[in-house]
Structures are given as C-alpha cells and as structure tokens.
Nanobody, 117 residues
Framework: VQLQASGGGLVQPGGSLRLSCEVSVNIFSINVMGWYRQAPGKQRELVAQITSGGSTNYADSVKGRFTISRDNAKNTVYLQMSSLKPEDTAVYYC????????????WGQGTQVTVSS
C-alpha cells in the first residue's frame, strides 16, 4: 500500500489550503485514513481521521477550521484547511490503518505547510 500526499505550500495567515492523499489500493480496504503533522522540535500529532464508514475525528486545535473527507471513486482523502494560523506550520503526513487480523499502518511522504506573512 502506498500513500501519495500533495498540496502543501506557503500561505498567509487566514488563508486556505487543501491537501490530498491518494491511496494505491481500493480505499475501502483501509479502515481509517488520517492526517498527522509534525512541527520542528515537536512530536508528530494527529490532526484528523476518517473511517471507511465516514466517521470523523479532529484534534481540538483544528476543529471548526479543518475538514477531512474522502472520495472513494478516486481512492483519495482530502484535508481542507481554512483560517490557517502560523502554529499550523508543520510537515503534514497522510496515514492509513488497515485491520486484517493484524493492524497495519501506512505512511505517505510528508508535505510542508507553512503559514506566514
């Protein structure tokens, strides 16, 4: 399973970005898709998750500003980020969790998001 993340960049505070994560297999085979981020000097943290059934979960710091969604036909998960703040600056990673007896975790390459004026 491969995850290909894209969509990062430089944006001003208050701006928006959309990250995409394309999965190399049928996305229905991935039980949970998510986005994590890691800022310099900090641990990687969960940003948002979405299950195969469509249930979502967000970090408190992004609730009301970020939206995770999935396009099953395109095997792609999105993270729409709005009202961006400088503290959102981080490398964002796409993650997939697959449960088939054992639990398998897959990571995409990171994409840099920088919020700065």
């Amino acid at each position: 399973v491969q995850l290909q993340a894209s969509g990062g960049g430089l944006v001003q505070p208050g701006g928006s970005l959309r990250l995409s994560c394309e999965v190399s297999v049928n996305i229905f085979s991935i039980n949970v898709m998510g986005w994590y981020r890691q800022a310099p000097g900090k641990q990687r943290e969960l940003v948002a998750q979405i299950t195969s059934g469509g249930s979502t979960n967000y970090a408190d710091s992004v609730k009301g500003r970020f939206t995770i969604s999935r396009d099953n036909a395109k095997n792609t998960v999105y993270l729409q980020m709005s009202s961006l703040k400088p503290e959102d600056t981080a490398v964002y990673y796409c993650n997939g969790i697959q449960i088939r007896g054992s639990t398998y975790a897959y990571w995409g390459q990171g994409t840099q998001v920088t919020v700065s004026s």
